[in-house]
T-cell receptor
């Protein structure tokens, strides 16, 4: 089974609008971390936000927030006030801390295009 | 501050030729180091990771190998490249004992012809 599932191959959003990128995960570990990375056309993977499985509050970093719903095993990324520079591939990833602690499992990504 | 370097940035190699990609990290000690490969339009696949000098773990059997000759140097190699080795190779590091994010290098785009 896939550890990380991103069901949206591509998304479009109007500049200055908010957008939600979906991510669901599969793990039997009680302790894990969820990450979102941005990959612009240059190829570099840029860390955006982290959510620990025991964190009670949803993580936020500037315009990025993570909508963490543990019971549903979802960790959607919300980008508010989209900017043209947000156009990129976005990857959701997970690390299981009790097993496979050295591996980040990545989803297949969502390509976000911000329309002016 | 910590920085991670990879070279070369791009590489075109014929099938059957050897490969050596280098990754170095500055500004930290005893990092965990990782090699990932990203096929076109796909997510990242972990190839190797290392928790210390000379300690290499392989996640996926293939014709690639990795070495860590120095604390902050991680090398990805192949004796004979295959067409299927084409892709984008990313090196990453993480502070030891920390469960948070990995930091990625700029990547090497490899095309095997």
């Amino acid at each position: 089974a896939q550890k990380i599932t991103q069901t949206q191959p591509g998304m479009f959003v109007q500049e200055k609008e908010a957008v939600t990128l979906d991510c669901t995960y599969d793990t039997s570990d009680q302790s894990y971390g969820l990450f979102w990375y941005k990959q612009p056309s240059s190829g570099e993977m840029i860390f955006l936000i982290y959510q620990g499985s025991y964190d009670e509050q949803n993580a936020t970093e500037g315009r990025y927030s993570l909508n963490f719903q543990k019971a549903r095993k979802s960790a959607n990324l919300v980008i508010s006030a989209s900017q043209l520079g947000d156009s990129a591939m976005y990857f959701c990833a997970m690390r299981e801390f009790l097993t496979g602690a050295n591996n980040l499992f990545f989803g297949t990504g969502t390509r976000l295009t911000v329309i002016p | 501050s910590q920085t991670i370097h990879q070279w070369p940035a791009t590489l075109v190699q014929p099938v059957g030729s050897p490969l050596s990609l280098e990754c170095t990290v500055e500004g930290t000690s005893n990092p965990n180091l990782y090699w990932y490969r990203q096929a076109a339009g796909r997510g990242l696949q972990l190839l190797f990771y290392s928790v210390g000098i000379g300690q290499i773990s392989s996640e996926v059997p293939q014709n690639l190998s990795a070495s860590r000759p120095q604390d902050r140097q991680f090398i990805l190699s192949s004796k004979k490249l295959l067409l299927s080795d084409s892709g984008f190779y990313l090196c990453a590091w993480r502070p030891p004992g920390q469960n948070y994010e990995q930091y990625f290098g700029p990547g090497t785009r490899l095309t095997v012809t």
